[in-house]
């Protein structure tokens, strides 16, 4: 409720069991170095048209579904909001936002949409682990507005005890680099509508048994239409496949002041060690 430009630290150790959604407001940090911040309950973090957010050093888990209810919206008042499926975070039609340095795990429905335009997105060092759906970008397969996302998918830890979508993306353009997979069920990455997805320098550990390809296509035809989706740099161990279409079509459309270096995928399993939410004292050592 409080207007301009807000950062939020929490000076206590705290447990925030949610009664409702909780809409973050533009312009907004919460960030949570220096103690432990669990958040649970229904709905969980909702941005919706909203821009300039950052979601750091959070743990938030055993989010449940909500049915439509009135919830209090970053003007103060009341606002009718629908459905919440039990996401840990759910992004709609937001953008420019960075989700940094979480533990996410164990919701309803998935961890993190990323759904209805948004666009702008940056997901880095955070842990998703024991969870079936993981993380979905692109709202679903008739919702077109999608292909102008762009989401940056980097330094973060998959497993264990993932399934799939890590991410699964419809329409828009993904750069997944520099990411620990700790093995799947039934696949890594995977997608429908024809996405761009560029996989570099990831380090993907297949299971001990069942499916071994990182891939998943839903709808694709290979001959007339090839999709987007190639590896470059990728390491993969214990049977790891990546099957890869649209060779090198995929390509990341930074700024200059976007840009980054890729590390070498053999150093990825040490660079996301410390994924998740830090275990410090202080935010000054954080």
Not at 260 to 273: G, N, R
Request: aromatic content about 10%; hydrophobic content about 35%; glycine content about 10%.
């Amino acid at each position: 409720m409080i207007t301009g430009k807000v950062w939020i630290t929490f000076k206590n150790k705290m447990s925030i069991k949610l009664q409702k959604p909780l809409l973050i407001s533009s312009f907004t940090a919460i960030d949570g170095r220096g103690v432990d911040v669990d958040i649970t309950g229904v709905g969980c973090l909702v941005l919706y048209k909203v821009t300039d957010v950052i979601i750091h050093g959070l743990r938030i888990h055993h989010c449940n579904s909500h049915g439509p209810s009135l919830v209090m919206g970053p003007d103060g008042k009341l606002m009718p909001l629908g459905q919440m499926d039990g996401d840990a975070i759910r992004l709609v039609t937001s953008s420019k936002i960075w989700i940094d340095h979480n533990t996410l795990y164990s919701c309803q429905d998935g961890l993190l949409d990323v759904t209805r335009g948004s666009t702008g997105i940056t997901i880095s060092n955070n842990w998703f682990r024991d969870q079936d759906k993981v993380m979905l970008l692109g709202h679903d397969d008739g919702y077109a507005r999608d292909k102008d996302m762009k989401v940056t998918v980097i330094y973060n830890h998959f497993g264990p005890n993932c399934n799939q979508r890590m991410p699964r993306v419809r329409f828009g353009y993904a750069h997944v680099a520099n990411n620990f997979y700790r093995g799947w069920e039934q696949y890594a990455i995977g997608g429908s509508m024809n996405p761009s997805i560029k996989s570099e320098s990831n380090f993907f550990v297949a299971p001990e048994s069942g499916s071994k390809e990182v891939t998943w296509r839903n709808g694709v035809d290979k001959k007339s239409n090839p999709w987007n989706f190639y590896s470059k740099g990728d390491f993969f161990k214990n049977g790891a496949s990546f099957v890869q279409t649209g060779l090198g079509r995929a390509k990341p459309n930074y700024t200059k002041e976007q840009m980054f270096k890729v590390v070498d995928a053999k150093s990825v399993k040490s660079l996301t060690s410390s994924s998740g939410a830090l275990k410090c004292k202080r935010r000054s050592t954080c």
